[in-house]
């Protein structure tokens, strides 16, 4: 492979934690290039392209041993194929090109001609990756990318769970359970779909609470990426809360880009003075005491999530943060 990434920066979080708010803010550097989109379409082609069925890869976890040297051609060739430097063709790519079998010529002329530039122009560039299911994968990233930089985010569980539950309330086509003769019986879904991330050990929770579920889901994605980080350099990884990006977003953009080394410059200043709304409906925006809408549910998962709560410097009866140990 001619083209070669240098210290790409990986965003790592639960889902609703931030992570698409930190990745669309980043995503605005000339310095970096990006997806403009989670990943996840490359990644689900690596578990088609490693078992014909979903019976080997049935939850989001990858270790070091899963990237072979022939499945590290295809990430990479993969990565350098989908990543731009330009938001609307990224946007193009991302909402009609890549989910329009009548467009698919169009993607192989932004693919070509981006692949063409790069080497031309840019053999040794930088991306930014974001997607929640990576907190399962850090070995394996690692080893595709030695040289990458890891962001992590953490979020109070009573407003990230309850974050995940709205999600789970929305409608959409979007099925996660790679298994569809595993009926769920979730007692809050209306929609029989799994969203978000999967976990190992989701299984046992196919008959859980929708509570219990988005728990174990908060509980299994920060677990991981603690246990994940702790075998990184410390130069390598930084942690930031959702409270302090959403409280505080351009002091805390300007020590992110510190860290990765780019400039806080024109395109991130802009979004960083006025973040967008990322990953939820326009109507509902963000409200520090939305939470509460669902406040009897958490309560009844308050014994599961304690444990983390205080491993993240939270807790249960005020936003108390502290340091990660």
């Known amino acids: 492979m001619s083209l070669r990434f240098v210290k790409p920066i990986i965003i790592l979080g639960c889902p609703r934690s931030g992570t ?21 379409d490359i990644f689900d082609s690596f578990y088609r392209r490693k078992a014909k069925t979903y019976k080997v890869f049935d939850n989001d976890a990858l270790k070091e041993e899963d990237l072979t040297d022939d499945v590290k051609d295809f990430m990479l060739g993969e990565f350098h194929k989908y990543a731009l430097n330009f938001r609307p063709v990224g946007y193009l790519m991302r ?66 769970i309850s974050s995940l539950i709205e999600g789970w309330k929305r409608p959409s086509d979007y099925a996660r359970v790679p298994r569809p003769a595993i009926p769920l019986n979730i007692k809050g879904d209306e929609h029989g779909k799994w969203r978000y991330v999967l976990p190992p050990g989701w299984e046992n929770y ?94 009844n998962v308050y014994p599961m999530i304690e444990p983390m709560m205080n491993t993240l410097g939270y807790n249960l009866e005020t936003k108390k943060l502290a340091e990660i140990k």
């Open 20 to 40: 698409s708010l930190l990745f669309t803010i980043l995503s605005e550097s000339n310095q970096l290039y990006s997806l403009y989109r989670e990943s996840q």
């Open 95 to 160: 909402e009609y090109f890549l989910k329009n079998d009548l467009l698919e010529g169009f993607a192989s002329i932004v693919t070509n001609t981006n692949l063409a530039y790069k080497k031309s122009f840019s053999k040794e560039y930088r991306i930014v990756e974001k997607n929640p299911r990576d907190c399962f994968r850090i070995p394996f990233i690692n080893k595709l990318f030695p040289d990458a930089k890891f962001i992590y985010l953490r979020r109070d569980g009573k407003t990230n």
């Open 206 to 299: 196919i008959d859980k609470t929708l509570e219990e579920v988005c728990a174990f889901q908060w509980i299994s994605s920060n677990k991981a990426a603690i246990e994940g980080l702790s075998d990184i350099e410390e130069t390598r990884k930084y942690a930031i809360s959702y409270e302090e990006l959403t409280q505080s977003t351009p002091n805390i953009i300007k020590k992110v880009c510190d860290f990765i080394d780019i400039p806080y410059e024109k395109g991130i200043k802009r979004f960083a003075e006025k973040p967008p709304i990322v990953s939820t409906p326009k109507k509902d925006k963000p409200k520090e005491d939305k939470w509460k809408k669902n406040e009897t549910l958490l309560k």
